[in-house]
């Protein structure tokens, strides 16, 4: 079946790092996203991995991709107030770019 | 640049009244998404439309309509709204293909009463 699964909270204090992470289920996805949403707002893309990578890293951020699991995790370094947010977790279907299987969102809060 | 421009921002209904939600992208995109979010289950893509003069179900397409009306615009139409409707909508737009990112508006949050 097709399910991405993430946990529903995170709590951390400024400065630290934030791991956040998903599970899925469909070996085929070829892309594999994470996308934050601020209050009041849509979602915006962070960063994503190819299925054939194990890691990418982009400033603050590093992406590592366990294929062997299905295991999908997001490391935010140094975090601060303003990374507070939902951040969701995708895996795409077919070729078609934009048929995203998102998990259920972790919530970020960034406490002082 | 606007990007993805939805209306409205705030809908209330009644059970059995209808209504389309609208969605434009000034990006040039060939692709269209609808999707839905609700508390706890993530976004559910409703309807896409790959490019201009296509449309295809997603995942719950039940109760719901949608029109590519030009390159531009893709709306969304709620024949006979139902209680198990009230969710935010969000409108997507992508260049098409894998790996191409999602660009996402700000939503329209519809109530059915």
């Known amino acids: 079946g097709e399910d991405v699964e993430q946990s529903l909270f995170l709590s951390v204090r400024e400065g630290d790092s934030s791991v956040i992470n998903c599970t899925y289920t469909?070996?085929?996805?070829?892309?594999l996203y994470w996308y934050k949403q601020e209050p009041g707002a849509g979602l915006q893309l962070l960063t994503y991995?190819?299925?054939?990578?194990d890691m990418k890293q982009d400033q603050r951020l590093t992406v590592l991709l366990n294929k062997k699991d299905k295991h999908l995790s997001l490391r935010i370094a140094d975090t601060q107030t303003g990374d507070s947010a939902i951040y969701f977790c995708?895996?795409?279907?077919?070729?078609?770019?934009?048929?995203?299987?998102f998990g259920q969102g972790t919530e970020l809060s960034v406490k002082p | 640049n606007a990007g993805v421009t939805q209306t409205p921002k705030f809908q209330v209904l009644k059970t059995g009244q209808s209504m389309t939600l609208q969605c434009a992208q000034d990006?040039?995109?060939?692709?269209m998404y609808w999707y839905r979010q609700d508390p706890g289950m993530g976004l559910r893509l409703i309807y896409y439309?790959?490019?201009?003069?296509?449309?295809d179900k997603g995942e719950v397409p039940n109760g719901y309509n949608v029109s590519r009306l030009n390159k531009r615009e893709f709306s969304l139409r709620l024949e006979s709204a139902a209680p198990s409707q009230t969710s935010v909508y969000f409108c997507?737009?992508?260049?098409?293909?894998?790996?191409?990112?999602?660009?996402f508006g700000n939503g329209t949050r519809l109530t059915v009463t």
């Open positions: 995708a895996e795409s279907k077919d070729n078609q770019g934009g048929k995203l299987i």
């Open positions: 997507a737009s992508s260049s098409g293909g894998e790996g191409s990112p999602l660009h």
């Open positions: 990006m040039n995109h060939n692709s």
């Open positions: 991995i190819f299925s054939n990578m």
């Open positions: 439309s790959a490019s201009e003069g296509t449309t």
């Open positions: 469909d070996s085929s996805s070829t892309y």
